[in-house]
Each structure stands twice: as structure tokens, then as C-alpha cells.
């Protein structure tokens, strides 16, 4: 069994990581923002609540989320083993998660500021399975074309060095007590902590991950 939280800053590599991670041991990954995209598109009434929500910068209902991920899991049958990345953010969402599903660990990618502006300001998309890419530290085989699909490659229009900045400082509000909510939790053996330099090349990162679950 191996269900993993990937936690990380925006521009953390997070979202890279989660797709190596899931390929090296073959598990599925659930993204927490791809799972709201798509419900998004259902109806009307809910592309509205989480347009607004995500909007005014707050979170979606702990109880909105978790029963799409575990809606997710089901469809997947990935229970025993998946990477869970863009939730929890909270202390209370992780409460709300651990009381429905326990988690094996917890991958912490800490980042300067100065990389992450970096990595972000050059990041690409490809928004329809969300695939990331970078036009220095990882590039797709085609300039501004994803490498399974062949279609174009875009920029989220908040990768802005202003709105980086602001949502940084919105990351670190959240995440600082989580952090420590979660090395509590690991000190009581309910969930391994793990936390990498991820300054450092994709390559070294990835390994070192590998490393620490192994």
C-alpha cells in the first residue's frame, strides 16, 4: 500500500514529480485542481460555486472535495496505492481526510522564492490532462507542443510575477501550521514525513524521493 501527499509551493516541481512518481511505481495520480476542473463542467450551479470560490481565494468545502477524491479512488480502483497532489492545504482538510482515508506519506518539496519565480514564469501546460512542462528545466520534444498529444502547449494566466507573488504568501499562511500538523503526525507513526531540497535538478529530486519511500 502506498498513498502518498505531495506538498509543495506553487512552482515547488510539485506536479512533475507526482507524474514521475507515478510512473516509476506504476500508481495513479488524483489531482485536487484536474477534479475540480472537470466537475466544474457538469452543471452550471457547480462551475459557479467553484468559480466563485477559487475567485475570492478561498477553499471549496472540506466535504465538496473529499467526496469528489473519493469518488475518484472508486473510479480508479486505486485504494491501496495513488499520489494525492493539490490537497490537503489545510489542517482541517487534512483532518477531514484522515478520518476517511489514511495517507503513508507526506513529500514536502521546500523551494527559494527566487527559483520559484523562475520555474514559474517559464512553466507550460497542457491544460486537458494536465501535464506541465518547462521551457528551460523541462521542455516538451516540440517546442510548445505536448509530447503525447501533439496539441499546443499553454501559459496559466496566473503565472504573473504579481500573482505569484501574492499567491506564495497565501501558500505559506495555509501550509506553515500544516507542516507542523503533519510532523506531529509523524512523531505518533500516523503518517511519514518526508522533506526534500527541491532547489536542486528534477533528476536529483526525483531520486531522492525514490530513496526516502524505499
Given at each position: 500500500m502506498m498513498r502518498i501527499i505531495m506538498l509543495g509551493a506553487p512552482g515547488s516541481?510539485?506536479?512533475?514529480?507526482?507524474?514521475?512518481?507515478s510512473k516509476y511505481f506504476y500508481i495513479p495520480f488524483i489531482s485536487a485542481g484536474e477534479i475540480l476542473r472537470q466537475e466544474s463542467k457538469k452543471n452550471e450551479k457547480t462551475k459557479k460555486y467553484i468559480k466563485e470560490t477559487?475567485?475570492?481565494?478561498?477553499?471549496?468545502k472540506?466535504?465538496?472535495?473529499?467526496?469528489?477524491?473519493?469518488?475518484?479512488?472508486?473510479?480508479?480502483n486505486c485504494f491501496d496505492k495513488f499520489i494525492l497532489d493539490g490537497f490537503p492545504r489545510?489542517?482541517?482538510?487534512?483532518?477531514?481526510?484522515?478520518?476517511?482515508?489514511?495517507?503513508?506519506?507526506?513529500?514536502?518539496?521546500?523551494?527559494?522564492?527566487d527559483n520559484i519565480l523562475d520555474r514559474i514564469t517559464g512553466r507550460l501546460i497542457h491544460e486537458p490532462s494536465g501535464r506541465t512542462y518547462h521551457k528551460k528545466f523541462n521542455p516538451p520534444k516540440k517546442k510548445n507542443i505536448d509530447d503525447l498529444t501533439g496539441e499546443l502547449l499553454s501559459k496559466r494566466k496566473d503565472d504573473k510575477k504579481k500573482i505569484i507573488i501574492t499567491?506564495?504568501?497565501?501558500?505559506?499562511?495555509?501550509?506553515?501550521?500544516?507542516?507542523?500538523?503533519f510532523k506531529m503526525e509523524d512523531l505518533k507513526k500516523n503518517i511519514k514525513y518526508i522533506e526534500i531540497n527541491a532547489n536542486k535538478s528534477i533528476h536529483k529530486i526525483n531520486k531522492k524521493i525514490i530513496l526516502c519511500i524505499h
Amino acid at each position: 500500500m502506498m498513498r502518498i501527499i505531495m506538498l509543495g509551493a506553487p512552482g515547488s516541481g510539485k506536479g512533475t514529480q507526482t507524474q514521475l512518481l507515478s510512473k516509476y511505481f506504476y500508481i495513479p495520480f488524483i489531482s485536487a485542481g484536474e477534479i475540480l476542473r472537470q466537475e466544474s463542467k457538469k452543471n452550471e450551479k457547480t462551475k459557479k460555486y467553484i468559480k466563485e470560490t477559487i475567485n475570492q481565494g478561498k477553499l471549496v468545502k472540506n466535504s465538496f472535495i473529499i467526496n469528489l477524491i473519493k469518488k475518484k479512488i472508486k473510479k480508479k480502483n486505486c485504494f491501496d496505492k495513488f499520489i494525492l497532489d493539490g490537497f490537503p492545504r489545510t489542517i482541517k482538510q487534512a483532518e477531514s481526510l484522515k478520518k476517511h482515508i489514511k495517507m503513508h506519506f507526506v513529500i514536502h518539496l521546500k523551494i527559494s522564492t527566487d527559483n520559484i519565480l523562475d520555474r514559474i514564469t517559464g512553466r507550460l501546460i497542457h491544460e486537458p490532462s494536465g501535464r506541465t512542462y518547462h521551457k528551460k528545466f523541462n521542455p516538451p520534444k516540440k517546442k510548445n507542443i505536448d509530447d503525447l498529444t501533439g496539441e499546443l502547449l499553454s501559459k496559466r494566466k496566473d503565472d504573473k510575477k504579481k500573482i505569484i507573488i501574492t499567491r506564495l504568501k497565501e501558500y505559506k499562511k495555509l501550509t506553515k501550521p500544516l507542516i507542523k500538523w503533519f510532523k506531529m503526525e509523524d512523531l505518533k507513526k500516523n503518517i511519514k514525513y518526508i522533506e526534500i531540497n527541491a532547489n536542486k535538478s528534477i533528476h536529483k529530486i526525483n531520486k531522492k524521493i525514490i530513496l526516502c519511500i524505499h
